[in-house]
């Protein structure tokens, strides 16, 4: 009643007034967000340039980037990402794309941008199999395209990298894990096939408290073995790499597990800088065993996009809205002796930036080919038992 008393001038009035409110709003949080950035930007240079991080700093550095809105903006950058270019779009994006981060367009399957529909198209293009041979002399192979951004032992539950900068590997893998190859214990839930080949079970979302207060690991089943050790490798794939993901050995997985949490960058920048920040993304864990005990194959997602997609599961969604965060859903694979991945095996895809965390355990003889900061393509050798080549550990 009262709002049909107003003259056509009132309204007139009040609808200048609230298009004039919400413009000050959307400039009040740009401003906001451009000063939390340079904020960020500011405290993480300062960080990498002083010899001795400090502490009280780090966590500073890390609060603020934690408070940027990383997940509207990958999933806005996917809607972008995923939408449909003209012919005139496509020369001018996807070349300028091509060219920026050097794609070598020849290994593609598809090798003339014009048939790329959009930016992701393109982004997650398939290679042919003749562009990436598969070393058959080393049992572990890399995984993906990328760099190496650390690889080494684990000594005392923690992997050290660079600067200082060391993660958990309970946080980073989840409570049970290590301990044993038989998970059926943690979520004992009814079986549901979901492919031919391949069946897993359904399983509540359990937070890392839950399953703190109630785990009690079977006895007899800790890592590293007698006379082994435990190894790490993290490779990230920057934009212009290939980022499709194999398995680099054979195993058996036994236990799929996705953590729901942040979409932070894992360029090698934010690595050597941010403490933790492997253990705080939203990443899909594989775990199982190989010829020499426990292995465990991890895909973190990161900033813009953050979609992890798995063969194993067409149904996981990643990047989702109403995921809890430091939480983790569990799945066992298999019926009862997990599922047997073949070398090279294709597992999964990204789409836009990511990285890959292998954990596995070796004999303490155990080398590695490759160094921090090594350039590799999926297939290439990434290490092996000392004094043993592949075909003779295939005989024992």
């Not at 700093?57 to 809607?79: A, D, E, I, N, W």
């Not at 790490?232 to 058996?252: N, R």
Request: hydrophobic share 40%; aromatic share 10%.
């Amino acid at each position: 009643m009262q709002a049909s008393r107003l003259s056509g001038a009132q309204r007139a009035q009040i609808t200048v007034l609230k298009r004039l409110q919400e413009r000050l709003i959307w400039h009040y949080h740009t401003i906001c967000l451009f000063l939390h950035v340079c904020a960020v930007i500011v405290v993480s240079v300062f960080n990498s340039l002083i010899h001795h991080q400090l502490p009280l700093l780090r966590t500073v550095q890390m609060y603020l980037y934690r408070k940027l809105p990383s997940r509207v903006l990958s999933k806005t950058v996917g809607k972008l990402a995923a939408r449909p270019l003209s012919p005139f779009m496509k020369r001018m994006v996807l070349g300028s794309y091509v060219r920026m981060f050097g794609c070598k367009m020849e290994e593609a399957v598809e090798e003339d941008i014009n048939q790329y529909t959009s930016l992701l198209s393109l982004f997650t293009r398939a290679l042919k199999e003749e562009a990436r041979p598969i070393n058959a002399d080393h049992p572990l192979v890399s995984p993906a395209d990328g760099t190496v951004i650390y690889v080494g032992r684990i000594k005392d539950g923690l992997v050290k990298e660079v600067k200082g900068i060391t993660y958990s590997l309970d946080e980073f893998l989840g409570p049970g894990v290590c301990e044993s190859e038989e998970l059926e214990f943690i979520h004992p839930v009814k079986r549901k096939d979901v492919t031919e080949n391949f069946r897993i079970r359904p399983s509540r979302v359990k937070f890392f408290s839950d399953v703190e207060e109630d785990f009690e690991p079977p006895a007899g089943k800790s890592f590293p073995r007698k006379g082994n050790e435990l190894f790490c490798v993290v490779m990230y794939l920057s934009p212009g790499d290939y980022h499709h993901f194999h398995s680099p050995a054979e195993w058996t997985a036994t236990l799929q597990r996705h953590f729901s949490g942040e979409l932070l960058t894992v360029a090698p920048w934010a690595m050597r800088t941010l403490p933790g920040l492997l253990t705080l993304n939203e990443r899909v864990l594989l775990s199982g065993y190989w010829e020499h005990g426990f292995f465990s194959y991890t895909a973190v997602g990161a900033l813009n996009v953050g979609s992890i997609k798995m063969d194993f599961d067409k149904e996981l969604q990643s990047n989702q809205e109403g995921h809890f965060k430091h939480c983790f859903v569990d799945k066992q694979l298999g019926v009862i002796d997990g599922v047997t991945v073949q070398k090279g095996q294709h597992l999964g895809h990204f789409e836009f930036g990511s990285s890959v965390v292998l954990v596995f355990e070796a004999p303490s003889a155990f080398t590695f080919n490759v160094a921090a900061g090594s350039q590799l393509q999926f297939g290439q050798a990434l290490g092996r038992v000392a004094g043993q080549s592949h075909m003779e550990s295939d005989l024992e």
